[in-house]
């Protein structure tokens, strides 16, 4: 228990660090590394607007009960209750007099955090691979009923911060490398999630992409990248309805997250016209007066900078009154949308204490949920080579796993405090990152346990080497097997030892435990070589990936509980695999378009450039024209797919898009200008039919990129819808995108508003980002669409 508490301690231990770290105002020198941007000020906090009719039904609720709180009890709704402050990771107090029974806020993303008789979900990364809407639904349900279940009432999560980087420790519990799959998923995830009322909180806000230093360094981002790439699964969360936002713990330009006004005010309540709450990082609140006049609503785990200090200055007429009301409101009327004041089950667990007896009801809330964790597992698996159809396997006679990964962790699945270990202590097979993102594993099927029984429902002579260092004994083995499957691994987490210089990035992009030099040994004596990768992003393979005896490749990420048994489905072939990488591999690190930043400089906080600006992932690679090893989008299957020409139409709208309506709008563009109705609202239809030609069923993910007109300043593509369908052999499916005015828009920095750009825009249909297989020009239909605006609204008249 002890060891337990003091491994929290050290988690949150960096913030708490970063604020000793003197501010020292350099003048300006010649030093160009001297010279930072400045995040504006935006001020008043804007007050909360019903963005639609769920927000308009909770906030009048919340407002009668605002009306009946004195100043201290408004205060409490946004002030952390400590370290522990209660059961759970963030604690919020009740208050009977009007029915709340307080906040319990706790981690998130994949499962429950540090609890038992949970489900250990795939992460984010592999939902994101399946690229399926309805299978990302379906876990954030899952999720939602099981920290119902637990008595908590904020899920921390999704984790929407995008793989800038693809040393970033965290990638795992994201969605990868493009906004749009970001947001989609963000957006299906919080659906799912509040479905079963429960709060989410969608994290972190904004520009925590890497882990080093990131309790104090300063993200530099410009305005159209910040809107065009970082913002927009957040947009997505706003849109879902997100009860709440995670501000991070990082600066932006030169102002921190928890207090910067320009993007909580300014963007996040003021554009976005978010109606929920603001919480800070754990620990990562830097003031009271000053983040509360920025928007944030609520400091956690530990509260002081507000409580009674904001009382004070409420008293003193630093905060006005109408801040503290907005800020109550926007916490209770969160709580009412989500149906938190109607039966929500108590708190029955202790995060602190697992031998707490009281507390420690031990619920268990996994029900079935092991069905879709492993469904989604093997949707999620992407097949990046697969010679001689060497996959799915057809009943080898005799086949060897090779490679620690393959096997049950030794020391068992939990023994690590959150998953954190480093590459020497840990093996076995890897089905979760390190770090608050982490949850216990109810149990763990591992590959070989999963292939044993296929091995004996099969008769395969099956065998196992687990050693990953003994190349010439692998290689022996191997060389008598009439398949090899080799199995590597490669770990990343959160920052732990403090986060002023957390190691929770990789150090680099190679395999864990020898993998590279396995694959080779293994490779070099057995000619039906198959390797598969539990990782947490891309790992650099280039030594191995075009030997002739590497037969197939299968790509696993990081899986959760049931990591063998969904390899098995898609090894055995009871399932095509059909997963697409949500970032792009590439042959060597420096074709990556950002790095960590690990310069510190003598200057006493550290800056990271987002220089490469709108060219993340596969825009960078499109850009410089610069080949991947494979691409954003890529994933082979068992069977193929042909794709017919493109056809489109206009769809009927609600609102039009006549310039001199979008210039009313925009005139106005206060709150929520950023998510009206006019801007998402679906305006153009892309049809195609893609036919099955080979003899088993599987899915397809269709992919539809769009090339903006030439001198706009975009990359040359961005993914802008996709649909993953089932086809049966032989047999055509319909596949149908929506485009919105959104969807062809740019952020236009001089207007501050989005804007269409004039010129041509081309439709892209393929099955990757790079495998382009049916190409239109976007039609304009402005004339046929007013026409058809006009006869709808007359309808509805
Ligand atoms: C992480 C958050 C997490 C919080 C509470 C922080 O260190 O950055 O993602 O939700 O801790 O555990």
New binding site residues.
Partial sequence: MLSRLFFLLL??S??TLAKQVPFQLHETDDNPKHRFPESPPVYPSPQQIPINQAWKTAIKKAKKDVEKLTLEEKVGLGTGNGWPGGLC??VIKPIDRIGFKGLC?????LGV?AVDLVSAFPAGINAASTFDRSLIRARGEAIGVEYREKGINVY??P?TNLQRTPWAG?NW?GWGGDPYLAGEATYETIVGVQSKGVQC?V??FIN?EQERD?GRISSNVDDRTQHEIYLPPFLQAVLANTASV?A??NRLNGSWATQNSKTLNGILKGELGFPGYVLS????TQSGVAACNAGLDMP??IGDYFGKNIVEAVKNGTVNQSRVDDLATRVLSAWYLTGQDKGFPEVNFNAFDEQDQVHNKHVDVQHDHWKIIREIGAASHVLLKNLNETLPLRRPRSLILIGSDAGPPPLGPNYYHDRFITPSDRTGVLAMGW???TCYFPYLIDPLSAVQRRAKKEHIDLSWFLDDYDRNEAARLASEKEVAVVFLSADSG??TNG?LYGIGDRPDLEAWHNGTDLVLAVADSNPNTIVVIHSVGPINMEKWIDHPNVKAVLWAGIQGQEVGNALADVLFGDVNPSGRLPYTIAKRDGDYPAKIEHDTDDWPIPQTEYSEGLLVDYRAFDSRNITPRFEFGFGLSYTSFTYSPIWQRSLPTKTRILEDEIERDLIDRGQGSSIREWLHEPRWEINLEVKNEGAVAGHEVVQLYVAFPKDCGEPPKALKGFERIYVQPGLLELVNFKLSYYDLSIWDVLTQRWIKPKGKFRLLVGASSRDIRSEAVLEEWRKFEDEEHDSLVSQED
């Fill in positions: 988690l949150f960096g913030a990771f963030g806020i706790h981690d998130g993303p955090r921390l999560g984790m965290r519990e909180n994290k972190h925590n990131r995670m991070s713990y990082d754990f620990f990562g956690v785990p770090g608050s993102g959160e920052a986060d």
